[in-house]
């Protein structure tokens, strides 16, 4: 509770002593950018690829259209990689490739009146061996709470990740479903939590560091996320992907974190946020993953 009232002081004698200061930002002259964001990984054959145009705060006025003439090239490992533009949006593409762990990717894209982008990224190789266990968590009727336990070298900086499939069962519709559960955060507001959530592909998954104590060259991290319960004529099973993410990968969606989440940002008292990326001649990410998967679990609730 001390720490609730020290925030609250601080924050009265901020609104107390608050004036208004104009600043100038310099050396935001410089030429228009393309914003990539693309995540390839072994989870799928297709990978989703955004680009968007982005103008120097000095260049020009008013909102920049997303230029319809970007030429892009996808390799792995020097194999060209089959892209095609989405329907639905000029600003999204697909590329379809069979990724391996080890294998290079890289991206380059240009169009006129924008510089030349590009970045490359490798898949990690995945964590080959790792336990995972479900069981009913205590904090709520109908918490599932899921340990994984997998060997981290000391010696390397490492990032890891999870996403939590449910597989639902309906006997009288005959059909069976595949969803990513949304994984919960586990703290309190002034206390760190093991690991953060990021929203990918529409769901929130977990991601952490190795920066957690390991003992005998293992880690553990415990989740939770809102299970269902079994009925007469829809049932539920789970399995775990341990993820394995690049350090481009991390570092983004960390800064993205930091920018969004922070409790004081919206106060306006909130220290600048790092914003990270690793496109050369442009803004955004290129990060990549590799997965490997435990067995079904039943439904622990």
């Given at each position: 509770m001390k720490r609730v009232y020290i925030l609250m002081a601080i924050l009265a004698i901020a609104g107390i002593t608050a004036c208004e200061q104009e600043f100038e930002i310099i050396d935001t002259d410089g030429d228009n950018r393309l914003h990539i964001e693309f995540l390839p990984s072994t989870l799928r054959?297709?990978?989703?690829?955004?680009?968007?145009?982005?103008?120097?705060?000095?260049?020009?006025?008013?909102?920049?259209?997303?230029?319809?003439d970007i030429r892009i090239r996808i390799t792995a490992d020097g194999e060209e990689v089959r892209l095609e533009q989405d329907n639905t949006s000029p600003k999204a593409?697909?590329?379809?490739?069979?990724?391996?762990?080890?294998?290079?990717?890289?991206?380059?894209?240009?169009?006129?009146?924008?510089?030349?982008a590009y970045a490359e990224s490798i898949i990690p190789y995945p964590v080959e061996e790792f336990n995972a266990a479900l069981v009913k968590g205590d904090d709520y009727s109908d918490e599932i709470r899921v340990t994984v336990d997998y060997p981290d070298d000391p010696d390397t900086k490492d990032m890891y990740g999870a996403v939590i499939v449910s597989e639902e069962t309906h006997s009288m519709l005959t059909y069976i479903s595949h969803n990513a559960v949304d994984i919960e955060m586990i703290y309190g507001i002034l206390d760190e939590s093991p690991f953060r959530t990021m929203w990918l592909r529409g769901r929130r998954i977990a991601y952490w560091n190795d920066s957690q104590?390991?003992?005998?060259?293992?880690?553990?991290?415990?989740l939770s996320f809102q299970g269902k319960k079994n009925d007469p004529n829809c049932t539920y099973r789970y399995k775990v992907l341990m993820l394995k993410i690049s350090e481009d990968f991390y570092r983004y969606?960390?800064?993205?974190?930091d920018r969004e989440n922070n409790i004081l940002a919206s106060m306006g008292?909130?220290?600048?946020?790092f914003t990270y990326t690793n496109i050369t001649g442009g803004l955004g990410v290129l990060g990549t993953l590799s997965h490997t998967e435990s067995e079904w679990f039943d439904n622990p609730l």
């Open positions: 054959d297709w990978h989703e690829l955004t680009i968007t145009g982005a103008r120097s705060i000095n260049n020009s006025i008013g909102d920049i259209e997303t230029p319809t593409y697909m590329a379809f490739h069979h990724l391996e762990p080890g294998q290079t990717v890289r991206i380059e894209a240009e169009a006129d009146g924008f510089e030349k104590a390991s003992q005998d060259g293992r880690q553990q991290m415990t969606f960390n800064g993205q974190w008292l909130a220290s600048p946020t």
